[in-house]
């Protein structure tokens, strides 16, 4: 079984920046892609970045284009969102995302507060 765990989220001001990461644990820990996803209090979750691990290849949606950066480290199985210039608009419970063998796997969420 794998396990994604979130860290670092929290309270930021406009126009700040957060790095959130997401560490996976368990069995062999070989997926195609790792994503982050967000969902704001009322809304739907939505697609944010995503990274194909073996060519680290990456996407983002539009909205976080040139601010939003999605990483890896191979060697410590862990994720990374690297976010700037952070608007109120970005308020949300960042979730990462892991497909592993065809099965997607859930963290729980990091907060991620941006007050303006």
């Known amino acids: 079984q794998v396990q994604l765990v979130e860290s670092g989220g929290g309270l930021v001001q406009a126009g700040g920046s957060r790095r959130v990461s997401c560490a996976a644990s368990?069995?062999?820990?070989?997926?195609?892609?790792m994503g982050w996803y967000r969902q704001a209090p009322g809304k739907e979750r939505e697609f944010v970045a995503a990274i194909w691990w073996s060519g680290g290849s990456t996407s983002s949606a539009d909205s976080v284009k040139g601010r939003f950066t999605i990483s890896r480290d191979n060697a410590k199985n862990t994720v990374y969102l690297q976010m700037n210039n952070l608007t109120p608009e970005d308020t949300a419970v960042y979730y990462c995302?892991?497909?592993?063998?065809?099965?997607?796997?859930w963290g729980q969420g990091t907060q991620v507060t941006v007050s303006s």
């Open positions: 995302n892991g497909t592993i063998g065809a099965l997607p796997y």
């Open positions: 368990g069995r062999t820990f070989s997926p195609s892609r």
